[in-house]
Nanobody, 122 residues
């Protein structure tokens, strides 16, 4: 069982930056592929970024490529999402997620955090 807890959300002006954190409980964090998703009001949850268990491979949605960076530290049981050049359309609740395989973490993660709100003002 993996428990995930996001933090770091808040209100930021367009063009600004935020860094989201996702801390995991348990001793098996290093075996999981991790991902970030977001859900804006009235919209479906959207995949944002994923990272393999070892951190050497990442994958991004086109909408955030070049602006967001996913990273992890297995010794700290933590994955981060660095968000730069934020736009009002990035406003959403951001969730981290985990899965046993990189191939599925982008579509059907097994574990979800509770989410953290990011609001970008224009």
């Amino acid at each position: 069982q993996v428990q995930l807890l996001e933090s770091g959300g808040g209100l930021v002006q367009a063009g600004g930056s935020l860094r989201l954190s996702c801390a995991s409980s348990g001793r098996t964090f290093s075996s999981y592929a991790m991902a970030w998703f977001r859900q804006a009001p009235g919209k479906e949850r959207q995949f944002i970024a994923a990272i393999t268990w070892h951190g050497r491979t990442t994958y991004y949605a086109d909408s955030v490529k070049g602006r967001f960076t996913i990273s992890r530290d297995n010794a700290k049981n933590t994955v981060w999402l660095q968000m730069n050049s934020l736009k009002p359309e990035d406003t959403a609740v951001y969730y981290c997620a985990a899965a046993n395989a990189f191939a599925v973490v982008r579509t059907t993660p097994s574990y979800w955090g509770q989410g953290t709100q990011v609001t970008v003002s224009s």
